[in-house]
């Protein structure tokens, strides 16, 4: 994966795929402290996320992805599969994720987490929303939050949705000890495209059809232990979990955790985990991402920081050049999202 040219040797590869993120999480950057600090990870949830997402209005969503997008671009991600919630602007949210990812020029795949954490309506809308923007011809999936804040019935709404609409469900899975039984609920719905994201407390022979999407960083982050992915039958790819769009950071944790539980791992079985990404968003193999350093393979980047890219080209135009967007100007992109940050902050004072 790697060429010359006048100016000396350069490494390309096709587009890196983040294959699970949360654009709504980039504005969360400086937000104010919990009430108290999270002794778990529920508390994390309830004290942190499940505030920032009440207080998410269209505009700081729209902010927030072209930042998301800004940032996945200048790391040499092309592709994000996305999966959102904002349960005081619901409707119409996953369009405006779309749109400012495309204003970007960074490919997209939407879904919006449902869930019955804000009732049966809540759980209703969810699943519109879905459907709304996946029969008007938007790329995504049908999105859960995670089966613990579903009741069966929605678990298997959802299912049913993405099945009649051809497409697969998105959903957090065994992430923290509150949803150990996840396997039995989802086993007889769980199919092939599938994301199965995190994993951590699944047993090794779960029997779940999906890809595995593992998120070493912020499995750390949260405590909730490591996912082991290597254990697997299943397909396995590397998300973020909303940390960001660095794909070549992600997969270096990725290695050096894995290695850590096992001294025989090597780079390869990390990479393997990030050229999963190329599976689940094909059209990213066809974007061209090249490098400021020439050795672009695993057991070269598993041991180089600081690598990034040049330009992008994304459906054979040029959206990054000398490391800068070409579409959007970067600089303003975050004046905008720091202005909608403040705001979404102020709002979070009083949830």
Do not use: K, Q
């Amino acid at each position: 994966m790697s060429d010359h040219h006048a100016g000396g040797p350069v490494g390309t590869t096709p587009g890196l795929v983040c294959a699970h993120h949360h654009l709504y999480s980039a504005l969360a950057r400086r937000m104010p402290a919990p009430p108290r600090t999270p002794a778990g990870f529920v508390d994390i949830l309830e004290l942190v996320w499940w505030r920032l997402d009440r207080a998410l209005d269209l505009e700081s969503i729209r902010w927030s992805a072209m930042l998301g997008a800004v940032e996945a671009l200048e790391r040499g991600c092309t592709a994000i599969i996305d999966h959102h919630e904002s349960p005081e602007a619901i409707d119409g949210s996953l369009d405006v994720i779309a749109e400012a990812c495309a204003e970007v020029g960074v490919r997209v795949s939407c879904a919006y987490g449902v869930t019955d954490r804000h009732g049966p309506d809540g759980a209703r809308r969810g699943l519109a929303e879905n459907e709304r923007y996946l029969r008007a011809g938007g790329r995504g999936m049908v999105g859960i939050h995670a089966a613990f804040t579903c009741t069966d019935g929605t678990l298997e709404a959802a299912a049913g949705l993405a099945d009649d609409l051809g497409v697969g469900v998105h959903v957090h899975v065994a992430e923290g000890d509150a949803d150990v039984d996840v396997a039995d609920r989802l086993r007889p719905l769980a199919a092939d495209d599938w994301l199965l994201v995190h994993g951590v407390h699944l047993p090794d022979d779960h029997d779940l059809a999906g890809t595995i999407v593992h998120n070493p960083r912020s499995n750390m982050n949260n405590s909730v232990g490591y996912a082991r992915p290597a254990r697997f039958a299943n397909p396995v790819a590397l998300g973020t979990d909303g940390i960001g769009a660095d794909m070549l950071d992600e997969f270096r944790v990725a290695y050096v955790r894995h290695r850590e539980d096992d001294v025989t791992a090597t780079p390869d079985d990390a990479w393997s985990w990030l050229a999963a990404g190329w599976d689940l968003f094909p059209e990213a193999r066809d974007d061209v991402v090249t490098w400021s350093y020439a050795h672009v393979d695993p057991w070269s980047l598993a041991f180089t920081t600081g690598v990034g890219p040049t330009t992008v080209e994304v459906d054979g135009e040029v959206v990054l050049a000398d490391g800068r967007p070409t579409r959007v100007d970067a600089d303003e992109v975050r004046a905008r999202a720091a202005e909608e940050a403040t705001r979404l902050h102020r709002r979070l004072e009083g949830i």
